[in-house]
């Protein structure tokens, strides 16, 4: 009885320790969590009410475009899709099955129903053009017609700002989004924690492939102190780091496991100044400062050289970029400071005091720079301003909040600022920086520039759009109202992962080429 009892014992031991064994493996799989340091939380999930979009609020979105794999747009959502001969008007077929993360289908009406929120109420609707109606043809086909052709349509797109969502989770004003969000990406928002995070889990309506997805839960963490965010990351309690600081590249490289992911930003920053001031008006002047500007230097001294120098008013990403449009900028504005000096001598700019700085009329040539609260951008201005020093320019420097550089600079309150923009179509110099009545920092509109910007916004051909915008650029590049500085790495650190995968283009998580270790 003796002998029964403890084989009876040793039984359920082994038992019981299978069931932990079990237990113990089941967890280890639903704590696949993600942990990521972000800098800034979104001021909104809901992409119709958001002013900018991220790795933190764009994984619930799916596009309609996407880019393949040698950067061509061609349909996501969308299956395929006919232009009429006039450019005004294109049907849309959409992929049927796919449904929202509500379980809802995604059918025309409810593509419809999105545009029409979007075009009443976001700040980005511009983004989809003047669009004259939508019409549904048909269960999953759709039909767009606008006031007038809108080739940017394609290209924005693949952004998630065209991105439907499911409207039938709103409350009778169109609001409640978050609340209950509903779209079609690859993750689902499970929890909002004002000022501290975001938790999602994978969508179980997403494609993931026949492997399923590589990890059970996200977690972004916002945490806007440099020194913490870096800590948190050395602790292990972090798994992916965005934006990491170029000072703490070298550093986090050596550390057993981590794996620094580096890939070309779209965004370019630009040294730009208010054209209607008196200032500015002399072509030799801008000129003469694109002159004394050293891309090298600053990416060096300030991005630890993690960054590509940018001549053309274009970076390589966006659509319309032109490599012999970059070589005669880089040609043209190389760092020439004999040139420089000329230019502003010519111009009446002169060092009558033997100072150092030029003057003209009596006046000496003094000037305030705008940059934001960013410590890099800061040291990148500490370096323009003994740029331009050296060709006689006095630059003062004022830090202000980026609210207060979006609010102030369309009323012409600055005079120079360093800036940034970033868009993946060459409309971007037409609707933010050249455009009739658009050009809100640089205050630069030329007739013949923006005519050609016009008409690129709306030819359909792509050969001939492309030639319209070489054509502004050109007239950009000789008259130099900005001065194009460089396009910054985007640069993550990683550990944990077997497979990580940021979009080339997009700069965003691809969430479905995501796995964690086992």
């Avoid at 689902?188 to 000022?195: A, D, N, S, T, V």
Wanted: hydrophobic share 40%; glycine share 6%.
């Amino acid at each position: 009885m003796k002998k029964t009892f403890t084989l009876l014992f040793l039984t359920m031991i082994v038992f019981a320790l299978i069931l932990s064994g079990c237990g113990g493996k089941k967890a280890k799989k639903g704590n696949r969590e993600i942990i990521v340091a972000a800098i800034s939380e979104p001021d909104s999930v809901d992409v119709h009410r958001t002013s900018s979009m991220g790795d933190a609020n764009s994984a619930l979105y799916d596009p309609l475009m996407k880019y393949d794999d040698d950067g061509n747009i061609v349909g996501n959502l969308v299956k395929e899709y006919t232009v009429s001969p006039d450019g005004k008007e294109v049907t849309f077929e959409l992929k049927e099955g796919v449904e929202f993360h509500s379980r809802k289908p995604v059918n025309a009406e409810a593509v419809k129903k999105s545009f029409e929120r979007l075009m009443e109420s976001s700040p980005f609707k511009t983004n989809a053009g003047d669009i004259e109606s939508i019409e549904v043809v048909s269960e999953y086909v759709f039909k767009i017609r606008w006031v007038e052709p809108f080739a940017p349509f394609f290209t924005n797109a693949t952004s998630d700002y065209l991105s439907p969502i499911d409207v039938s989770v709103l409350d009778s004003n169109g609001e409640g989004f978050e609340k209950n969000p509903s779209a079609t990406g690859a993750l689902k928002l499970k929890e909002i924690k004002r000022g501290d995070s975001l938790v999602y889990e994978p969508s179980d309506k997403y494609d993931w492939g026949k492997d399923g997805p590589g990890f059970d839960k996200v977690t972004f963490r916002f945490i806007p102190d440099e020194e913490t965010r870096i800590l948190e990351f050395k602790k292990g309690n972090v798994d992916v780091l965005e934006s990491v600081p170029y000072q703490y590249i070298e550093e986090l490289e050596k550390q057993d496991g981590v794996t620094i992911v580096r890939v070309p930003n779209y965004v370019l920053s630009y040294l730009g100044w208010n054209n209607k001031k008196p200032l500015f008006q002399d072509v030799r002047v801008r000129q003469a400062i694109a002159m004394a500007i050293d891309r090298d230097a600053i990416i060096s001294n300030t991005f630890r050289g993690e960054a590509k120098p940018v001549f053309g008013p274009l970076p390589p990403a966006t659509f319309g970029y032109n490599e012999k449009i970059e070589e005669m900028a880089r040609s043209k504005y190389a760092k020439d400071l004999d040139k420089a000096k000329q230019l502003l001598s010519e111009a009446g700019w002169k060092d009558k005091n033997k100072d150092g700085i030029v003057m003209k009329d009596g006046k000496p040539f003094k000037v305030d720079l705008w940059v934001d609260d960013d410590p890099a951008n800061q040291r990148a201005a500490q370096i323009i301003q003994n740029q331009l020093k050296e060709i006689g320019i006095n630059l003062s420097i004022s830090v202000k909040e980026s609210a207060t550089i979006i609010d102030q600079t369309p009323k012409g309150a600055h005079e120079m600022l360093l800036w940034s923009f970033g868009w993946l179509d060459a409309d971007v110099l037409n609707f933010l920086l050249f455009g009739e009545e658009k050009s809100k920092r640089l205050h630069y509109e030329v007739k013949e520039i923006y005519d050609l910007l016009e008409k690129g916004a709306v030819e359909m051909d792509q050969e001939k759009r492309l030639k319209l915008y070489e054509d502004a650029q050109k007239l950009l590049v000789e008259q130099s109202p900005w001065v194009p500085l460089y396009v910054k790495e985007n640069i993550t650190a990683i550990r944990n992962f077997e497979e990580f995968e940021i979009h080339p283009k997009r700069n965003l998580i691809m969430w479905e080429n995501v796995k964690v270790k086992k």
